[in-house]
DNA sequence: CGTGTTGGACGAACGTTGTTCGTTACGAAC
DNA sequence: GTTCGTAACGAACAACGTTCGTCCAACACG
């Protein structure tokens, strides 16, 4: 951040005949974990739109055809910058006696870890898993379920559909995040708050005689927020999921 | 179809000093449902990776300014679309004593109209729903699930994570569907062989000592499709909303 | 120590994209 | 018959992902 392109600035311009010489610098080095570092930067501090092959090249001093000696594409990109997240997520030792708990336990801290990295939900979505932490998440949803007593085939069903809807309240989530920020505001409270209200004005402004259940709950429709909604439908899978378990009491 | 831009094209060009006078043409009149029309099929054809808003002109014979006076950006178009699309949805009469039934067959259609216009999911998930339809569908569900008995706070809850469920497994879907096209197959079963061969292949070079149950179980992995899939989440939400209905037997 | 070779860095460019500006010309209202 | 609002439109802008060809620094080898 300290030395970024500044030149035409100040700087008397190099005779025309002298080949651009490099003076001194010793040529930057790339790498794809630097790449993926600056990615994930600008995804939390600016969001994914604002994230592009340029404005990576840009952080690096250097031009966008760079970074394509370490990185296949943008979509590359964005799948590693994914699973660098998922690095971050905590799994505990299994403990079949205590699935329920501890499937409950790890859809929330998945769910924290990408709300901690408000927009790669958005782009996580668009990939299929196939990176190291990806897997090593896979592996501890599949080994507990399996280990619970539920039948294999069952398991990879239960682990793909709950995956699903944690990757996809996420995704929802980074949505408003993303309109938050298009409405040039920084608190997410203050956000929720006019966006609570432009929906509950809207609700109420439409005809009663034939949306009469939408229109009369207004306010029910709107109590709770991302968090409460996210848990709800949580215990909604989980309760399923134990209702299947083989021999429970 | 039939009268494509073809000036320019064993046509003799008009003097210079004639200020191009178009010559019988009247005017194309536009409107937003043809724009929407023309956006949704090309959505249907070639996918939304293709839906340009100057793909559209083309097929409407303009430029691309000229849609701007009837729709506001390409965002508003894909809602718009996004709402036609969840026009083609069937509601029977709400019946609360069948309210599981209903819910279920509900689910379906919704699934089955996403699914007919494969790509359109992928753009649903980016909109707030606020059209027309969309309300109707949302009267649909939330007023069964009050009828059944449900307090209306739940309800809401309820009918926003049963959506949710719907619409990110359709997305998902359609991301598929689209990896389908980018690799230039027609055939979905095809692609799904295919698709299936390679996941499988892949899991089975991960090391079995890290990933045990992943690598024993991978024909179990992969061994429902995509509607089972859906199925059996959406039977897994229905059964947790039922353990919540009040006096259920 | 000299010489080849190779792979990363890079400037420039291509073909798209969504959107805006300023102008034109039609159709309806007076 | 004139006026006037507004839809249609051509051109352009800024930004995007990606590719091509060139150039140089560092390594391997004799």
């Known amino acids: 951040m300290v030395d970024r392109k500044e030149r035409g600035e100040g700087e008397v311009p190099a005779p025309p005949w002298r080949r651009s010489r490099k003076p001194a610098q010793p040529r930057r080095q790339l790498s794809q974990d630097l790449i993926i570092d600056t990615g994930l930067r600008i995804l939390d501090v600016e969001g994914l739109d604002a994230l592009s092959m340029r404005r990576v090249a840009q952080e690096l001093d250097t031009g966008p055809a760079s970074l394509y000696a370490h990185v296949a ?5 964005l799948e590693l910058i994914y699973d660098r ?52 998440a896979g592996e501890f949803l599949f080994g507990l379920l399996v280990e619970a007593g539920m039948a294999p085939r069952e398991a990879a069903v239960a682990m793909d559909r709950l995956s699903l809807y944690i990757v996809g309240d996420a995704y929802e989530a980074s949505l408003h995040y993303a ?39 207004v306010d029910d429709l709107i109590a709770d927020d991302g968090e409460q909604r996210f848990r709800y439908g949580l215990d909604l899978i989980l309760d399923g999921i134990e209702a299947r378990m083989p021999r429970d009491p």
Do not use: N
């Open 179 to 217: 309109r938050m920020r298009a409405a040039g505001m920084d608190d997410p409270e203050e956000y929720f708050e006019s966006f609570v209200a432009q929906i509950a004005g809207y609700y109420r402004a439409i005809p009663p005689e034939r949306f009469p259940y939408l229109v009369k709950h």
């Open 85 to 136: 997240v998922l690095s971050e997520i905590r799994l505990p030792a299994r403990d079949p006696a205590r699935w329920k708990e501890q499937l409950r336990a790890y859809a929330l801290e998945v769910h924290r870890v990408l709300g901690a990295h408000a927009d790669v939900a958005r782009a996580a979505l668009a990939t299929i898993p196939t990176g190291e932490h990806s897997i090593r």
């Open 73 to 77: 594409g943008k979509e590359e990109l």
